[in-house]
């Protein structure tokens, strides 16, 4: 929605004054704490940013700062974003399952649907069987699509198009 790419395009700015301040204060020695956090959340914001270079450009900028680039927080933004421009479903899934840090996940989260349809795409193509259905146990879809239980994995298979079958006993 228009308020939702406000929100980012004003996150994104934000993001990008305090990566220039940043900068500044490391020019001057200074050193801040929270820094590596605050440029993960920047390279979250662009992690579907069309522009292929934006990431690797501000992660060549930062290689000679190996504090900020090895810091856990900075690996798992990494991580989520080589995860993402793989279209490893299970690689992403699997780092926001174990993520610790709540505002990672929160704003990955945003990928969360891409990432399931092209899980779902997949599933599809390498299931498809000659008659064009394709039987895949729902506890199974629940852990490849991230879902938190298997109500939310049932509302996800219908919502992209896929009938959810009940089996006795399960």
């Not at 900075?74 to 299970?90: C, G, H, V």
Request: glycine share 4%; charged share 25%; net charge positive.
């Amino acid at each position: 929605s228009n308020i939702d790419n406000l929100n980012s395009r004003n996150l994104n700015e934000r993001l990008k004054t305090l990566n220039e301040f940043y900068d500044r204060d490391h020019e001057k020695g200074r050193i801040n704490h929270n820094e590596a956090e605050f440029r993960a959340y920047y390279i979250l914001q662009h992690v579907g940013n069309k522009d292929k270079v934006e990431i690797p450009s501000y992660v060549r900028e930062l290689s000679s700062r190996k504090d900020i680039l090895n810091s856990p927080i900075m690996q798992e933004a990494l991580k989520l974003w080589s995860a993402w421009k793989r279209d490893d479903y299970q690689q992403f899934f699997s780092i926001m399952k174990n993520s610790q840090n709540v505002l990672i996940c929160c704003q990955a989260f945003r990928y969360v649907g891409y990432m399931r349809y092209n899980a779902i795409q997949k599933l599809h193509r390498v299931l498809k069987s000659s008659k064009g259905v394709v039987y895949f146990p729902l506890t199974d879809v629940s852990n490849l699509l991230g879902c938190d239980n298997m109500q939310t994995a049932a509302n996800v298979c219908v919502e992209f198009g896929l009938t959810v079958q009940v089996q006795e006993g399960t």
